[in-house]
């Protein structure tokens, strides 16, 4: 759905309601947001039809004669592969994301995404030595009988457990599941970053059972990868479109007694950041379920679940957090054997959170300054304006004084009720356009008139 408008007249100006702000927290630190005026464009990204795959290996993209850059992110540690474009316009087709970097797509304007993104972790492998494989910055996962490696399996790896356990899922932002079962154990992991995404990480993986006789044992499940989409204008994710970087499950073993499932990997990242963020589709970051085991004569112990993921939504002005879903994966089953065997535990919810950028030294209605000669500050306009020919809603934004408006390039200061999201429109001889405020609150705003 789209926000609906209610425009009312007011000197040059109408404003407009938008959506209501939602899960909003203020936060001093911006994480790994890149500025789009820092890197070089490849041009506008118009898409309706045809697949474009970016590499973030070799920084490529379909049908872009150049390269995207690296960036560091805030810690300095991890590579992420960032595609700038003048501005994004995503309707139709496909887009494929490969290679190992994490990735940012920024646009020195606005970035509209109507077709589904996805970075999600492999599912485990039964009875082998070769990993599931994470994409976009999510680590790989644990394979059969061997302990994980922060290097490999990443910062949050779920843990191998002592002879027969199933594995530890892998962790984020919620904590892995375990399997814990009499004398049989095996830890998920710890949860690492912070709910900002000060620093992007991909999720990490699950690990493999431990059961030792073949063909019993599964591989955990890869992490989900980290996914960024920044505008100085506006970002909106549109209807029916998905973002997902799941991680991956651990893998199933149907039928097999005495058998161990791997731990499901973590969810990845999403980090949205603009002035404005509509998301009308949904932000998945969801952990993998832990290995499902299924003999008949029981002794069989399931993988840990693993993880949700981190969702942050970095906003100036206005931000519609949607349907998002940074849910633990549920722990694998078991067939119980007494007391020895049974399913592993569910991985722990991550979180998403809307952070404010907005500055907080927006001045009180007294200080704004006094409007230009000529012009009243109560009441502003004249006949010669549009006449409206809509009724008032209830609730709708009022204004009490405006100031400053007639001179381009200058701040428009604005008093009144109900202002916290809204944006003007401004009549000109080219007809009407779009501004969106400086900063708002409820009852003042600030903008520049455009040229």
């Not at 005026?37 to 993209?61: M, P």
């Amino acid at each position: 759905m789209y926000p609906r408008t209610c425009s009312f007249l007011c000197g040059l100006l109408a404003l407009v309601l938008l959506p209501a702000i939602t899960c909003a927290q203020s936060a001093s630190e911006k994480g790994s947001i890149f500025d789009p005026d820092a890197f070089s464009s490849l041009g506008s990204w118009e898409q309706s039809t045809g697949d474009t795959v970016i590499n973030t290996d070799d920084l490529t993209l379909t049908g872009f004669a150049g390269n995207g850059a690296l960036g560091l992110s805030q810690s300095g540690s991890i590579e992420i592969a960032v595609f700038c474009f003048d501005s994004v316009l995503l309707e139709g087709g496909s887009v494929t994301i490969t290679g190992n970097r994490p990735v940012a797509i920024i646009s020195k304007t606005d970035a509209v995404i109507g077709v589904s993104l996805q970075a999600n972790g492999e599912d485990g492998l039964i009875n082998s030595d070769t990993p599931a494989l994470g994409i976009a910055g999510g680590y790989q996962g644990g394979v059969r009988t061997t302990e994980t490696l922060s290097l490999l399996n990443g910062p949050g790896r779920g843990h191998l457990g002592n002879f027969f356990s199933g594995g530890g899922g892998g962790a984020y932002g919620g904590a892995g599941g375990d399997f814990a079962i009499s004398t049989y154990h095996a830890d998920g992991g710890t949860p690492y970053g912070t709910p900002h995404l000060t620093v992007l990480f991909g999720g990490s993986g699950g690990a493999g059972g431990n059961r030792v006789t073949d063909p019993s044992n599964t591989g955990g499940g890869a992490g989900g990868g980290a996914v960024e989409i920044a505008a100085k204008g506006t970002v909106m994710i549109t209807t029916g479109t998905v973002v997902s970087v799941n991680g991956g499950a651990g893998n199933e073993i149907g039928g097999i007694d005495t058998s161990a499932g791997g731990g499901g990997g973590s969810g990845g990242a999403i980090l949205l950041s603009a002035r404005n963020i509509w998301n009308f589709g949904t932000l998945h970051a969801t952990g993998g379920h832990g290995g499902d085991t299924g003999g008949e004569s029981g002794g069989d112990r399931g993988g840990g679940g693993g993880g949700g993921g981190r969702i942050a939504l970095h906003y100036e002005n206005t931000v519609h957090l949607g349907e998002t879903d940074v849910s633990g994966g549920r722990g694998g089953t078991g067939v119980p054997d007494s007391t020895i065997a049974g399913p592993g535990d569910p991985g722990q919810s991550g979180t998403a959170v809307a952070i404010s950028q907005r500055p907080a030294d927006l001045p009180l209605p007294n200080d704004f300054p006094t409007g230009p000669a000529g012009v009243a500050n109560s009441a502003p306009g004249g006949a010669e304006l549009p006449q409206m020919v809509a009724d008032e809603l209830p609730g709708a934004p009022q204004i009490s004084m405006i100031t400053d408006f007639t001179y381009p390039d200058e701040t428009l200061c604005a008093s009144g009720e109900d202002l916290t999201s809204v944006y003007l429109q401004i009549w000109a001889e080219d007809g009407i356009r779009q501004v969106w405020p400086l900063r708002s609150d409820e009852n003042r705003l600030q903008a520049v008139v455009p040229d």
